[in-house]
C-alpha cells in the first residue's frame, strides 16, 4: 500500500520526492507488488496530488488500483469503523500511522491472516531511501537512524486495539527481531 504524505513541501526532505517512491517502488523487488495507491487530495490540499492519482498509477512498473483517504480528526485509529466502511467507495482511514490502512484494508477485505513484511519499527530507517540517510522528521526530532521508530508505541496500542475488536484475523510478523513480535506471533511456514 502507497501512502505517503511526504509529497509536499513542509514534508519533505532530501530524496523525499515522489518520483524517488516511484523509482523504488518499479525496482525489485517491489515491481511484483500489487498497488494499493492511496490517494492523499482529500487529506493533503496542498500535496502534489498528481502524483497519488488514477492517471499516474502507470508510473509504477505495478499492476493497482487507487482508493481516496478518510481524514479522522486527532489522529483517531477509527477502528469501530474498519469493518463497516467500503475501502472501495469510501476509502481507507489512516489515522496516525500507514500501518492503519493497511489494517483497516485487511479488516475491510475479511482476511483470514495477515503477515507484516518490512513493518519493523526497530530503527528509523525508510526503505526509499538510502542507507544512511534520514528523514528530515528524524533529523529534526535530533533522533538517529538506529533509534527504535517514533511511531512505535502508537502502533503498537492501535494493533493490540485491533487483535482485541477483530480477533478473526490473524496477525503474525515476518522479521523475528521486528517490534511487532512484541504483540504477535512469528509466522513460520
Request: with cysteine; hydrophobic share 35%.
Given at each position: 500500500?502507497?501512502?505517503?504524505q511526504?509529497?509536499?513541501?513542509?514534508?519533505?526532505?532530501?530524496?523525499?520526492k515522489p518520483?524517488h517512491?516511484?523509482?523504488?517502488?518499479?525496482?525489485?523487488?517491489?515491481?511484483?507488488?500489487?498497488l494499493?495507491?492511496?490517494?492523499?487530495?482529500n487529506?493533503s490540499?496542498?500535496a502534489?496530488?498528481?502524483y497519488?492519482?488514477?492517471?499516474?498509477l502507470?508510473?509504477f512498473?505495478?499492476?493497482g488500483?487507487?482508493?481516496?483517504?478518510?481524514?479522522?480528526?486527532?489522529?483517531?485509529a477509527?477502528?469501530?469503523?474498519?469493518g463497516?466502511?467500503?475501502?472501495?467507495t469510501?476509502?481507507?482511514?489512516?489515522g496516525?500511522?500507514?500501518?492503519?490502512?493497511?489494517?483497516?484494508?485487511?479488516?475491510?477485505?475479511?482476511?483470514d491472516?495477515?503477515?507484516?513484511?518490512?513493518v519493523?519499527?526497530?530503527?528509523?530507517?525508510?526503505?526509499?531511501l538510502?542507507?544512511?540517510?534520514?528523514?528530515?522528521?528524524?533529523?529534526?526530532?535530533?533522533?538517529?537512524?538506529s533509534?527504535m521508530?517514533?511511531?512505535?508505541?502508537?502502533?503498537?496500542?492501535?494493533?493490540r486495539?485491533?487483535?482485541?475488536?477483530?480477533?478473526?484475523?490473524?496477525?503474525?510478523?515476518?522479521?523475528?527481531?521486528s517490534?511487532l513480535?512484541?504483540?504477535?506471533?512469528?509466522?513460520?511456514?
Open positions: 500500500m502507497i501512502r505517503e511526504a509529497n509536499y513541501k513542509k514534508r519533505c526532505g532530501p530524496g523525499e518520483h517512491l516511484f523509482e523504488a517502488m518499479s525496482s525489485d523487488p517491489y515491481d511484483r507488488s500489487v494499493i495507491v492511496h490517494d492523499q487530495e487529506h490540499p496542498d502534489h496530488t498528481k497519488y492519482s488514477t492517471e499516474n502507470a508510473k512498473a505495478n499492476d488500483i487507487v482508493v481516496k483517504d478518510i481524514k479522522l480528526r486527532k489522529h483517531a477509527g477502528i469501530g469503523k474498519w463497516k466502511t467500503d475501502v472501495f469510501k476509502g481507507i482511514i489512516h496516525e500511522m500507514s500501518l492503519n490502512n493497511a489494517l483497516h484494508f485487511s479488516i475491510s477485505m475479511k482476511y491472516r495477515v503477515i507484516f513484511i518490512g519493523d519499527l526497530m530503527d528509523s530507517k525508510y526503505f526509499w538510502g542507507e544512511d540517510e534520514k528523514r528530515h522528521t528524524i533529523v529534526r526530532k535530533g533522533k538517529n537512524l533509534d521508530h517514533t511511531k512505535c508505541p502508537e502502533t503498537l496500542r492501535v494493533v486495539a485491533m487483535q482485541e475488536r477483530y480477533p478473526e484475523t490473524s496477525l503474525f510478523v515476518y522479521n523475528e527481531d517490534k513480535k512484541e504483540i504477535m506471533p512469528l509466522w513460520t511456514k
